[in-house]
């Protein structure tokens, strides 16, 4: 099966995480994944230069979302991936659950609107499409927990039990295409509960919470399936090239166990991000509080004193 088209990966050597780590680019995601850094970077150079400040740590997260694609899809590991599952299983959740999450928290939309120039009265240039596109119709749908959710399950469940994986795995497009599903069903799901760019559904954060943990556990059921199947599920691999080495079974009970592992990281993650905001917004609240009760001479406080008088005197 040839899938790089520099070489095939039916005569593979067995794996080992140095052959894995080699350098072996898909032209397609290496030019996108280095259009996304520039773009990225000219945003914040726009800004730096019109004296505006953008945070270095949502610069570092992107970059890293990023080079976490460019991790797992330009070496090694994206050859290896064609014929063993549990390296595309190591694809699949840095692709939908780590990247997404590091992209996000890069804020890269907070930075279109603020980065790119208006268009004037009467026009509409690429911010104000932005802007359309973000109150749209289209993404109130798209980011709503009764659609991401069942999307997030739906591509474990409904991709790799039925034909449809078999098919996209067998051409070059059809897994460029899932991969990029992947990506975009893990930015659609992360999307509303990081919080961090402007999004038509933004709850509060004890909701995002919940919408977080109802997806999470259902990774955690397809690894399970995987590790308790008596035979290979994925007809992709279940004949693994013989120069692998490898059991097609064992293999897959590898991708199983990675696939229920790796549910708990970015839930870790999301919920650290989201424990953080909190704080933040409330320390934002207390510190506005503040600023109120020095413009008014602190009235709201002296109401209620006022009130508690007369109840005391009541009790008279």
């Not at 997260?61 to 050859?79: E, H, Q, R």
């Not at 995987?226 to 691999?237: D, K």
């Not at 079974?249 to 919920?271: R, T």
Request: with cysteine; net charge neutral.
């Amino acid at each position: 099966m040839d899938h790089s088209g520099h070489g095939t990966t039916m005569d593979l050597p067995p794996f080992t995480l140095g052959r894995g780590l080699e350098w072996s680019p898909d032209p397609f995601f290496l030019v996108a994944c280095l259009v996304g850094l520039a773009l990225y970077g000219w945003g914040v150079v726009r800004l730096v230069r019109r004296g505006d400040a953008w945070p270095a740590g949502r610069t570092v997260a992107f970059a890293a979302g990023v080079l976490s694609v460019m991790l797992v899809l330009c070496t090694g590991l994206n050859d290896y991936g064609m014929v063993m599952f549990s390296v595309h299983m190591v694809q699949h959740m840095v692709i939908s659950m780590l990247s997404p999450i590091l992209i996000l928290l890069g804020a890269p939309i907070t930075l279109a609107l603020r980065a790119l120039p208006t268009a004037g009265r009467d026009r509409k240039g690429p911010r104000e499409l932005l802007l359309m596109l973000l109150h749209s119709r289209f993404m109130r749908v798209v980011t709503h927990p009764a659609f991401t959710i069942p999307l997030f399950i739906a591509s474990l469940y409904a991709l790799y039990f039925s034909p449809v994986f078999d098919f996209l795995m067998g051409s070059r497009t059809g897994h460029i295409a899932m991969m990029c599903h992947f990506l975009a069903v893990g930015l659609v799901f992360f999307w509303p509960i990081m919080g961090v760019d402007p999004g038509p559904h933004r709850p509060g954060y004890l909701m995002r919470m919940l919408e977080l943990f109802a997806g999470m556990p259902f990774h955690a059921f397809f690894g399970i399936a995987l590790m308790m199947a008596s035979g290979p599920m994925v007809t992709t691999y279940e004949n693994p090239p013989a120069s692998l080495g490898i059991d097609a079974l064992a293999d897959q009970n590898a991708a199983g166990g990675i696939a229920w592992a790796f549910s708990e990281i970015p839930s870790v993650l999301v919920l650290l991000a989201l424990l953080f905001q909190w704080y933040r917004s409330e320390q934002r609240q207390a510190r506005r509080s503040d600023r109120a009760a020095d413009r008014d001479g602190d009235k709201e406080l002296e109401a209620y004193n006022a009130y508690l008088a007369t109840l005391d005197a009541r009790g008279r």
